[in-house]
Structure formats: C-alpha cells, structure tokens
C-alpha cells in the first residue's frame, strides 16, 4: 500500500521567516496530495491540495509543489505568522471525481513560530 | 466551520463496553470516512462509505463496525472496548471537487 514519510517532524522559525515541509510517497498510483493544519483539540483543516497533473499550486502565503518522477511533495509557508503554529499533515490518495478515497497521511510536523 | 458534524466530542466508557459515534457529512457529499488518531499511530484510516455502500476497508478491527444511512449521515460502532481504542476518532466528507474536509472529532477515552 501507499506510504508517506513526512520532514522534519519539527520546525521552528521566526515570524517572517518562511517554512517549508516535505513528504514522499510510495505509489505512483496517487493523484491527489493535500495538506492539513492541526490546531489543539480541533480536527485537521484542508489549507491546500494538488492533483497529479499540476506543478505547483498557490494560495497567498502557502504553496504546494510536486515533483510527480521523484514522488515528492513540498508545503511552503512564507512570511509566517505566530497563528501559523500547528501541527501540520501531508497526505496522498488515488481518489479523484466525485471520490477521493482514503488518505494515507505523513506522521506531522510541529510547527511553531516564534514571534 | 467545516460542515461535518461530529458527536458527542468526548465519550469516557469502561473497558468491554459498546459505544457509537455519529457523523452528519458536509451537505451534498456522498462520501463519508472515519479515521483513528493516536499518538503512537497516527492518522490511520478505518473505512469509507458512499451514498450508502462501503467503499473501502482499511485498517478496522473485527470490534469495529460502521454504516451510512439513507440520509447520508454515518455511524462508527465501537464494541469490546479495550484501553487501546483510545484515541481520537475523526469523520471526514468529500464531494466532486469540493475537497476532503474533517469534523471536529470525537474523543474516546476507555477506562
């Protein structure tokens, strides 16, 4: 089955520093990779995705690249912020359409920044 | 808010007892998951519905079990309860291009 390796486990930055956080995949089969924020006592909460056939993709202070041949992955947070502290989750499936199937998700990343 | 509902948020039980956790999807989403969250394991995968019909099966015990009902909300049922089940149990929906958004979860501790 699908496996993800998520780095580093944790992160600490300065406010107005950027962050950023890889993860790898096993299976060329998946085709769809978001990324989860984690707050204490909440559920994860979708901040970004990309399918298979995009490169990168940009929402304000957060991007997503992919590296489809080398089957990588990569979160980037710029200007960061003390809210943006978390614990932060990269994930992989072979969904798509009107299901994505399940996630196999990395083991996290605690960011924390400092102000 | 994420549109799935998740209740109740926590349940404390007593070891070889039985307990469901109930999910109302995002409307308009036909799949439902749940997944486990502990501390040692992660965010594992359990099982997957849609429109009714289980889809996938990942990593569930035999003590586990779940449905979604015509009204699309689903239920997880959690019998023999044992110290290690534990954890957060986490519903999640997804919906043609709409994403895969998560509940609040619910947070089961067996004592």
């Known amino acids: 089955g699908e496996n993800v390796e998520q780095h580093p486990s944790t992160l600490s930055v300065q406010e107005g520093d950027s962050a950023v956080i890889k993860c790898t995949y096993s299976?060329?089969?998946?085709?769809?990779f978001p990324w989860y924020k984690q707050e204490l006592g909440k559920g994860p909460q979708l901040i970004i995705d990309i399918r298979s056939n995009v490169g990168e993709k940009k929402d304000q202070r957060i991007a997503v690249t992919l590296n489809k041949t080398a089957k990588h992955f990569s979160l980037h947070i710029t200007e960061t912020q003390p809210e943006d502290s978390a614990v932060y989750f990269c994930?992989?499936?072979?969904?798509?359409?009107?299901?994505?199937?399940?996630?196999?998700f990395g083991q996290g990343t605690i960011l924390t920044v400092h102000p | 808010d994420s549109g799935v509902t998740q209740t109740p948020k926590h349940l404390i039980t007593a070891t070889g007892q039985r307990v469901t956790l109930r999910c109302s999807p995002r409307?308009?989403?036909?799949?439902v998951y749940w997944y486990q969250q502990s501390l040692d394991q992660g965010l594992q995968f359990l099982i997957q519905y849609y429109n009714g019909e289980e889809r996938a099966k990942g990593n569930i015990l035999e003590r586990f079990s779940a449905q979604q009902f015509p009204d699309l909300h689903s239920e997880l049922n959690l019998s023999s309860l044992e110290l290690g089940d534990s954890a957060l149990y986490f519903c999640a929906s997804s919906g043609r291009g709409r994403g895969y958004t998560f509940g609040s979860g619910t947070r089961l501790t067996v004592v």
């Open positions: 994930a992989a499936s072979m969904g798509g359409g009107t299901s994505y199937g399940k996630l196999t």
């Open positions: 409307s308009g989403d036909l799949s």
């Open positions: 299976d060329s089969a998946s085709n769809y």
